[in-house]
């Protein structure tokens, strides 16, 4: 028996991830434990371990195939004593979902696949159809029926219109509806269509493009937590909904004429940047207000706390005092701590810090939790470990999803000050800017001191004026007389 | 000192003990809190005890009548207290399984009385010591008891519930049960296959009222053929406990009074949640008509605090409480389970003979509006049945004539309750008559009836 190797889910909520690389090639003999390849999500890269034993057969994406669906076949094995080799080759050709090449920033997938296509006509129509392709032939492959008949499995392409997933009923009542099954969701295991999908389609008016936009909107709505003492706040980077749905600029606009240039297809992360920013920039009121924050006694602190942890190799740093000093903000301030959500407010009973930290090709938010009650010690060494992994691509999904306000800390450029885009579905970032000399009035009398100017980004519809005002004056306090973040 | 979990579960029945384990499943830290057995009611003192009561009065049914199959049998008799050792065993047995489950996915059993103190915080009472779990979500699986008889609780003495009528001190004689579910049914036939004489009321008119008429009408005749004294439309009243017995008045529909005196009264009039002193009022749990009020997922109105089982409402089966537990803990872990909906839930009822069903009634569809295909198929036309020496029974198909969606099932008979299971895995992937009719059965079995019920009900039944 040929054993298949499915896209794992790496996080309770991923539908879909990209196959990064393979570490094993067809032929390779594989054993319990061995990693068989790399998988990205939209934010981080995960090996994958074999928990079967046997002998590579066949693999049926290629490095760089994105948008696979949790569950699709990836790979086979052939179990002991059986003839690994035989099938290698018919696997290999055509049919194989290839890496989309580098002028196709394609942003669809799946089942909103044919519907989003509609919506947003892309110029790289070809490869979202040889991904579709990929995507009907991963499930045919995994069709008992298909497999029984073709043994031992070639790998050859299913024919165009192959098995669509359905349940006998829900195939009689597309048919009495004349409905066309293939623009119809699944709700059922694996992408089955079942009557209640039938009923909901034949409901609705078809072709949906717009409905098709709001359905993930709908779902987030819907997915939203229920309010409990510290809701976990929407996973920020929630592969399901990111993935289903396009890039927010999926228009390719043309490049200017005669620009020497090269196209870099977009990483999940850049997707998932430019789709979540833009939805905050464009759907999310914000407003800004800044302080200008003397750092002196600060920066003794740092000092002097430093001198006492010399044994413990632990180093708080700035940016470290800061998130303190935002999550004790929050807590002093609760009416910050906040979360729009449509019908209600999220208010929290604790501060988790997001902290944007710059990775190559991005930025992440990796989560401070509950950061007001935390000994800056803790939030040090926690940092410092988030921010390693978070280079290197290694974080788990629960440690970069949720946060209930944001900090982003651009003063090492030299950066003055800035506004920062909201994460949603978060009601604040601060941006801080550099710590730097400046003429500062004290007692009526310009003094030098080190100054550094803080911007916090509202979501208005959560978070009024008057509050982000309570807030950064909080904020401001507890950064000047940092003794009280030690209390 | 409190302990810190991701999940305390308060009740480890099907409901709650099957949680724990997808929750381990999960990689969630799990506590169970259970204030008696392990396993709770189900495999200590229900399903699986009065299955093996119901074994015994079989064989015993079977050894009276060997001569049917070519035996002899001289002197049948039989000993109640190792009847009784016997179920007491099968329980002990499963007990032991479930204790075995939790150690071996890790989940820490906390033996005592629990009560929250905060949503998802449980205070566990082991006489003088107390042990405190805060957990970040929490479910009560608390589960139900029987019903008493207003006025009248049962005394363990000679008015029983199901508890004590699985632990007879002796052999009834001249029984009475009140009340015709599946439990009073089934100690009905457990004690009158054993050789008490037994009379069964009920409220409403019909014996296992929630079932198909046609199959609550076959059942009342064949107990009846059997010896049973079925008493339907009729309500008990002044059930008085006395030296020699239990005097108790039948009330029939016409206003027909008539006194006797039974040796025994079970009472199954249905059950209650147990809701009380665990500390939902202080929390303001919403608790409605006795119920648990949650979503289809599980949770309550309190945030982190989720209930399954019995508390939350019926039907009050072990399996609808496996799933729900399911369903909310895949929920809590953030998994996206498909709401629980109560929509193919198998009943069975372990009588001789067996009731299992699924899905809608016959007169349930038509009131829905549905047009109907009905299809029946009687044991006697089929070749195992009649080799079984298990003539008597049907099997009946309700489809939408429109769609033929499988409506419903309903089957009388012997091991009917082994059969329903292809009818709700054919319910729940949503097959037509169609794919039933081309699936082929395996000959002799006694599934082929539910082929041929399927046949039947498009005309086109072969054996009948």
Known sequence: MPIDITMPALSPTMETGTLAKWLVKVGDPVKSGDILCEIETDKATMEVESIDEGTVAELLVTDGAADIKVGAIIARLSGEGEAAASSLETAAPAPLPTQPAAESPSPQRGEGAEKNAAAAPSPTRGEGDSRGDAARRAKGVGNPADTAAAAPPTGASLPPGARVNASPLARRLAAAANLDLAGVTGSGPHGRIVKADVAAAAASPRPPPAEAAAEPEASTAHAAPAPRDVPPPRPVHDAAHDDARPAPAAVALSAPAGVPMEAVKLSNIRRTIARRLTESKATVPHFYLTVDIRLDALLQLRSDLNKSLEATGIKVSVNDLLIKALGLALTRVPDANVQFAGAELYKFARADISVAVAIPGGLITPVITDA????????????????????????????????????????????????????????????????????????????????????????HRAIDGAVGAQFMSAFKRLVENPLGMLA | MSEAFDLAILGSGPGGYVAAIRASQLGMKVAIVERERLGGICLNWG?????????????????????????????????????????????????????????????????????????????????????????????????????????????????????????????????????????????????????????????????????????????????????????????????????????????????????????????????????????????????????????????????????????????????????????????????????????????????????????????????????LKVGRFPFIGNGKAIALGEADGFVKTVFDAATGQLLGAHMIGAEVTELIQGYVIARQLETTEAELMETVFAHPTLSEMMHESVLGAYGRAVHF
């Not at chain 2, 015993?60 to 035996?71: F, P, R, T």
């Not at chain 2, 608390?142 to 019903?147: D, Q």
């Not at chain 2, 009020?293 to 109105?301: F, S």
């Not at chain 2, 003979?353 to 007169?363: D, F, I, L, N």
């Open chain 1, 372 to 459: 007001a009650n935390k000994r800056l010690s803790v939030i040090a060494s926690e940092m410092k470990d988030l921010a390693a992994r978070a280079k290197d691509g290694k974080l788990k999904p629960e440690e970069y999803q949720g946060g209930t306000a944001s900090i982003s800390n651009l003063g090492i450029f030299g950066i003055k000050q800035f506004d920062a885009v909201i994460n949603p579905p978060q009601g604040l970032i601060l941006a801080v800017g550099a710590g730097e000399p400046r003429p500062y009035v004290v007692d009526n009398a310009i003094v030098v001191a080190t100054v550094m100017s803080a911007t916090g980004s509202f979501d």
């Open chain 2, 47 to 371: 399903c699986i005890p009065t299955k093996a009561l119901l074994r015994t009065s079989e064989i015993y049914h079977y050894m009276q009548h060997a001569d049917a199959y070519g035996l002899s049998v001289a002197n049948v008799s039989f000993d109640l207290s190792k009847i009784v050792e016997r179920s007491r065993k099968v329980a002990g047995q499963l007990n032991a399984g479930v204790k075995g489950l939790m150690k071996k996915n890790n989940i820490t059993v906390v033996e005592g009385l629990g009560a929250l103190t905060e949503a998802t915080q449980i205070t566990v009472t082991t006489g003088d010591t107390t042990r405190v779990l805060e957990a970040t979500n929490v479910i009560i699986a608390t589960g139900a008891r029987a019903r008493d008889l207003p006025g009248t609780p049962a005394d363990g003495q000679r008015i029983w519930t199901y508890r004590h009528a699985m632990v007879p001190p002796a052999m009834p004689t001249k029984l009475l049960v009140i009340g015709s579910g599946a439990i009073g049914i089934e100690f009905a036939s457990f004690y009158s296959d054993m050789g008490a004489k037994v009379t069964v009321v009920e409220m409403l008119d019909l014996i296992l009222p929630v079932e198909d008429a046609e199959i609550s009408a076959h059942m009342a005749k064949t107990l009846t053929k059997q010896g049973m004294i079925l008493v339907t439309g009729a309500k008990v009243a002044d059930v008085m406990p006395g030296p020699d017995g239990v005097a108790a008045t039948i009330t029939t529909a016409d206003g027909q009074a008539k006194t006797e005196t039974y040796s025994h009264v079970i009472v199954a009039i249905g059950i209650v949640s147990n809701l009380e002193n665990i500390g939902l009022e202080t929390l303001g749990v919403v608790v409605e008509r006795g119920r648990v009020k949650v979503d289809p997922w599980g949770m309550t109105n309190v945030a982190g605090l989720w209930a399954i089982g019995d508390v939350t409402g019926a039907p009050w089966l072990a399996h609808k409480a496996s799933h729900e537990g399911i369903v909310a803990v895949e929920k809590i872990a953030g998994l996206e389970p498909h709401p629980f909906k109560i929509w193919n839930i198998p009943g069975c009822t372990y009588s001789r003979p067996q009731v299992a069903s699924v899905g809608m009634t016959e007169a349930a569809a038509r009131e829905a509006g549905h047009d």
